[in-house]
Nanobody, 120 residues
Framework: QVQLEESGGGLVQAGGSLRLSCAAS????????MGWFRQAPGKVREFVGA????????IFADSVKGRFTIPRDNAKNTVYLQMNSLKPEDSAVYYC?????????????WGQGTQVTVSS
């Protein structure tokens, strides 16, 4: 069982940046691809991006491509979501997930989520 804990959410102005962190409880973290999802009020949870276990491959939703990156540090059992040029429509609860880098991303474990609010 891998437990995931997100942190780093908060309030930011449009055009700003924010970095979310997702810390895993197990060393087996490096065995998994890691994904980020988000869910805005009244909307379904949507895929944001993901990175493979080694960090050599990333994929992103079109809505965030070129603005978001996903660094990971297997030595620290941590993956990040670096969000730049934020827009009000990026406001949502962001969840990290461990799983398989398939299409669609196959989630095995979820984090509890962290709120991101982008003001206009």
């Amino acid at each position: 069982q891998v437990q995931l804990e997100e942190s780093g959410g908060g309030l930011v102005q449009a055009g700003g940046s924010l970095r979310l962190s997702c810390a895993a409880s197990e060393r087996t973290f490096s065995n998994y691809a890691m994904g980020w999802f988000r869910q805005a009020p009244g909307k379904v949870r949507e895929f944001v991006g993901a990175i493979n276990w080694s960090g050599s491959r990333t994929i992103f939703a079109d809505s965030v491509k070129g603005r978001f990156t996903i660094p990971r540090d297997n030595a620290k059992n941590t993956v990040y979501l670096q969000m730049n040029s934020l827009k009000p429509e990026d406001s949502a609860v962001y969840y990290c997930a461990a799983g398989d880098l398939a299409t669609p991303f196959k989630v095995i474990y979820w984090g509890q989520g962290t709120q991101v609010t982008v003001s206009s």
